[in-house]
């Protein structure tokens, strides 16, 4: 027994490390993320008439501002595209940024009770938020889908299937991983400095603005073009209407570009809430 | 010689005081530039090591230099005051908060129970609530399945699992959510405090439970308790713990012996030197008063089985009178407890002295003080020595494992006898 007694299961000490959980660890608490996706939903929900239907009432209402507003009055382009239909694109995925962005930006704040009197790891609760809301997500792209569906066969609108298709997983896929990536990030910073929330949230607001939400790229002047064209954003909005509607202004390096940022912020984000996560207990 | 499952080494914990959060990003900025460009010492963390360093403003160590160990199947209880470390010391210890310095190291899965009802939300139903509470607790799927009709059992709510717990009665909820704990099955069980919920009864099956737990095999407690006959009975050894620092670690009715030592105040002993300044009037001046409890010598506390005996001195200041003394013991909400009147001595000028015992077995557990009379031919009143002395009765109960308060103002042992008189199955 004397070879057993000299190894220990774990070790806790003052360092935290940047690798954080071990996967094998993560896999253990799969039920968690499952049981925690469920909860938000049933939450969210439970006791109303219209259940998750209530997720299509925001992006409806605020589909109906927007082709009042920037299609009537405004008169901003949809390219070739009927108005519906393209703001309706840029709505849902633009909400589902957001709020994935916004609820784990929020999970130290939002989860201290139990983050200081249980242990998990940590990974668990972001990734349920970005679970929760994919959800979300996928109900208001079924109505998408209908959308898309009615304006074929009523409205004559011509929809190329094509390898065009191929986009769509890789720009939800980007978009999630970004918002999950500066959503950690911007966890670890705004528990420790609390002003940095505020700034949060008129940020994403402002960002709306240089991310093609309700304009196409192809619609923005030529000279302030390389404004929108850092956002990263931006190709996989270009990209998911491509997919989805057939119309998009995008190259391959853009994409690209779009991936390696998501990419570099998620490595980043996730070192940094490892490394930062449980020292933020003592401060939050 | 079984394991050792948990060891901590030279554990120490930091805490900022005060508001934390807005100007510590210019503290962290001064820190940066201290550190790195100007290469001095940070000077808002100086590294463990520096005791003296507790003294500074805005810093407090909760813990400090805490060392132990924890063999396979024990049951440790961490006793102490409010503040004193103990709920930190499990922060640590259950992954929840870092150490400032030192290091726990262990072998097995950890579950740590450091409030009821982790993870219970308001909205969702009692179903939901025991898997998302089963699952944060460290339980597996297959686990909660299995368990889950042996949980409702214990909690006694069948009919309302799919009620949601808002609608609960605070008492159910207490009882679903200890019936989720309860089922857990980890190698090493931390549990903060949380018996101090709930009513007498549901304390007992609390109880009950974990000895249940802690008598099974190889499972290890870690168990924060005020309740010091739980402490005793249910565990095998104790820490106690003094604003951070580790006062004792052995035994745990050695350790539960000292620690309610430390605790008890007394007033057993007052002396004067002259009559000009001792207590009293034209008749009488007390010289000294004094409680001498009869401690054997493998306890330094008053318990109840503790004969106690009071003697005083006073000067008597007149000739020739005939007084009698009276010991009038009060429980600390003033009710007379007895009023004991001694015979009538014929005194004479000078100094006279006087004892009575309270025999051990007599007083329940409690704070009590004397008053001692004096009178005048066995009728007269002509002094009251109000709150002479004031001690604390602790309770002691050997086997008996009921952990409620004991009621009556007196637990005397008389003599009780109990006999099974026939041998016969009832019919029916």
Redesign the interface.
């Known amino acids: 027994m004397s070879e057993v007694t000299s190894k220990w299961n774990w070790e806790i000490t003052g360092q935290t490390s940047y690798w954080g959980a071990s996967l094998q660890e993560l896999w253990s608490y799969r039920h968690l993320l499952g049981a925690l996706v469920k909860r938000d939903f049933l939450l969210r929900y439970q006791q109303t008439v219209l259940g998750p239907f209530w997720g299509l009432f925001p992006p409806i209402m605020t589909l109906v501002t927007y082709v009042l507003v920037f299609g009537k009055f405004v008169g901003i382009p949809t390219d070739t595209l009927p108005p519906v239909l393209f703001y309706f694109a840029g709505i849902i995925l633009w909400s589902f940024f957001n709020n994935s962005f916004s609820g784990t930006s929020a999970i130290f704040r939002d989860n201290i009770h139990l983050f200081s009197k249980v242990y998990f790891p940590r990974l668990v609760m972001p990734a349920s938020v970005i679970s929760t809301h994919f959800s979300t997500f996928l109900i208001q792209l079924f109505l998408m889908l209908l959308l898309i569906a009615y304006y074929a066969l009523f409205q004559g609108l011509s929809l190329p299937v094509s390898a065009h298709l191929l986009w769509f997983p890789v720009a939800v896929a980007t978009t999630a991983a970004l918002a999950l990536g500066l959503g950690l990030l911007f966890s670890v910073i705004t528990a420790k400095y609390r002003d940095m929330g505020h700034l949060v949230s008129l940020g994403v607001r402002l960002l709306m603005y240089v991310t093609p939400v309700i304009y196409p790229l192809s619609s923005v002047p030529e000279k302030v073009r390389w404004v929108v064209q850092l956002n990263p954003l931006t190709p996989l909005f270009e990209a998911f209407r491509l997919s989805l509607l057939g119309e998009g202004t995008l190259t391959g390096a853009q994409v690209l570009y779009s991936i390696g940022f998501a990419g570099v912020v998620l490595v980043v984000a996730m070192l940094l809430f490892n490394k930062q996560g449980d020292k933020l207990i003592d401060v939050v | 010689m079984a ?2 499952v948990v ?1 901590v080494e030279n554990l120490s914990k930091l ?2 005081l005060g508001t ?3 100007g ?2 210019r503290q962290d900025l001064q820190r940066l530039w201290n550190q790195h460009v100007l290469g001095k010492k940070d000077p808002f963390f100086v590294g463990a090591g520096q005791k003296d360093f507790s003294s500074g403003p805005g810093h407090i160590w909760a813990l400090q230099d805490i060392n132990f160990e924890v063999k396979r199947g024990e049951a440790i209880g961490i006793v102490g005051s409010n503040g004193s470390g103990k709920s930190t010391l499990l ?18 899965k ?1 579950s ?1 129970l ?2 009821v009802g ?2 219970f ?1 308001q ?2 139903s009692g179903r ?1 609530n025991i ?2 509470s089963g ?4 339980m ?2 297959a686990e909660v399945a299995r368990k889950f009709d042996e949980i409702i059992a214990f909690s006694g709510i069948e009919q309302f699992i799919d009620t ?1 717990v808002k609608r609960y009665s605070s008492g159910m909820y207490v009882r679903l959510a200890f019936a989720v704990a309860a089922h857990l099955e980890p190698d090493i069980l931390i549990v903060d405090e949380v018996l101090a919920v709930g009513d007498a009864d549901f304390q007992k099956k609390c109880l009950g439970k974990m000895h249940e737990v802690s008598q099974a095999e190889a499972r290890t407690i870690l168990f924060v308790s005020h309740n010091m006959q739980a402490v005793n009975n249910l565990c095998d050894k104790a820490l106690w713990l003094d604003k951070g620092v580790m006062r004792a670690f052995d035994e745990s009715s050695a350790v539960v012996n000292k620690y309610v030592a430390s605790l008890q105040k007394h007033r057993l002993r007052q002396v004067w030197a002259s009559p000009a300044e001792a207590p009293g009037n034209e008749w009488v001046r007390f010289k000294c008063v004094e409680l001498i409890p009869h401690l054997d010598e493998t306890s330094d506390i008053i318990d109840i089985r503790t004969p106690l005996t009071i003697r005083f001195r006073f000067w008597n200041l007149r000739q020739d009178v005939s007084l009698n003394l009276g010991v009038v013991l009060y429980s600390y909400s003033g009710d007379c407890i007895f009023d004991l009147l001694s015979p009538a001595l014929q005194c004479q000028q000078g100094l006279v002295e006087g004892e009575c015992t309270i025999p051990g077995n007599f007083l329940n557990d409690g704070s009590y003080y004397i008053m001692l009379t004096v009178a005048k031919d066995s009728s007269i009143p002509i002094y009251k020595f109000d709150e002479c002395l004031a001690f604390e009765v602790e309770d002691y109960r050997g086997d008996i494992s009921y952990y409620g308060k004991w009621c009556g103002a007196v637990r005397p042992k008389f003599p009780f006898r109990l006999e099974q008189k026939e041998h016969a199955l009832l019919p029916g």
């Open positions: 394991e050792t060891q805490y900022r934390i959060g807005t510590s990003f922060k640590i210890i259950s992954r929840i908060v870092r150490p400032t310095t030192g290091r726990v190291r262990g072998k097995g950890v740590s450091l409030e982790t993870g939300n909205e969702l939901e898997y998302i699952y944060l607790l460290g597996s799927k949601p």
